[in-house]
């Protein structure tokens, strides 16, 4: 399904290498996962988290700035120092440059805080990035005005932790904890441009995205978190029916295979019966099979 997918976004000009090529990385199993939320919401404490627990690599609009080098980040750093707003293309530009690298190829991503709306979204998907997860975090957003007031960061490992909720037994921790330069109206801001953005991400990606409270011990968040990334989505594609019944003689199996096959049209196939048709056609494998059927024992086998 993913090699399929992967021929559907890139339509490469050789399918038949392109496909040895997807085969050779065996990475089909390695994580595509999306963290959103508004702020405060602990986007970068499960996406770290996460990481972790699945040896995957942390990508967030922070490490393409200042963690990486890559050809674009000179040209968003200048945004940035003139206080201007990094265009989508931008930072879509960006995210495809990062993950085409090989470590995220191998290992797998966790997406942190991006895309952010529906224009970006859609820009990650016309690039072949599509993930197969996105968690949302969620939480009133009186909560997460008080978390913004007590969070502080760790420059040293991008680690979040809080006054009140998560503070740091070791004091070298505590002193080079720096407090985010975001007043409570400017958290009123972004809450309020993440509310008018999340209809779009939504439907975008509802078919994939699972919402998780965030306001609950982080134990409970991490636990259904990882729950949720660890399920296999079902595809949508056709597929065969396969169906075997079996039970012992008079459990009804041949009526609920002739009703399952009415149901759905599909054939029935009945061992029993095919071994009878052959004995009255007379063929090789029904002169093998009479004595049996005459004497009212079953069949060998390796005649069936």
């Not at 972790?52 to 674009?72: P, Y």
């Not at 939504?202 to 660890?230: C, T």
Request: aromatic residues 8%; contains cysteine; glycine residues 4%.
């Amino acid at each position: 399904q993913n090699m399929l997918e992967e021929l559907l976004i890139h339509k490469p000009d050789d399918p038949i290498q392109f496909m040895i090529d997807h085969l050779k990385r065996n990475n089909d199993d390695a994580p595509r996962i999306c963290v959103l939320g508004p702020s405060a919401s602990g986007k970068t404490t499960v996406a770290m988290w996460l990481c972790k627990h699945l040896d995957a690599i942390r990508i967030s609009q922070e490490t393409l700035l200042f963690k990486e080098i890559l050809a674009l980040t000179k040209e968003a750093k200048a945004f940035q120092e003139r206080k201007q707003k990094i265009p989508n293309a931008l930072w879509a530009n960006l995210i495809q440059e990062r993950l085409s690298n090989v470590d995220c190829i191998k290992q797998g991503w966790i997406l942190e805080g991006f895309p952010e709306n529906q224009e970006q979204a859609w820009m990650l998907q016309s690039s072949g990035i599509i993930p197969r997860h996105v968690v949302v975090l969620y939480a009133p957003d009186t909560v997460l005005i008080e978390r913004n007031t007590g969070k502080r960061l760790d420059p040293v490992t991008e680690e979040v932790y809080h006054t009140t909720f998560d503070w740091p037994s070791d004091p070298l921790i505590q002193q080079r904890l720096v407090k985010p330069d975001l007043s409570e109206q400017e958290m009123s801001k972004k809450l309020l441009e993440y509310h008018r953005n999340f209809p779009g991400l939504f439907h975008i990606y509802q078919k994939v995205l699972k919402s998780i409270n965030a306001d609950q011990p982080s134990v409970d968040v991490l636990s259904q978190v990882l729950s949720y990334v660890q399920t296999r989505h079902r595809s949508a594609a056709p597929f065969t029916p396969r169906i075997l019944f079996c039970g012992p003689p008079g459990s009804g199996k041949s009526l609920q295979a002739a009703l399952i096959a009415q149901k759905y049209s599909l054939v029935n196939i009945c061992c029993g019966q095919l071994l009878k048709e052959a004995v009255a056609d007379k063929t090789k494998l029904g002169e093998l099979v009479k004595p049996y059927i005459d004497n009212g024992y079953p069949g060998r086998d390796v005649v069936v």
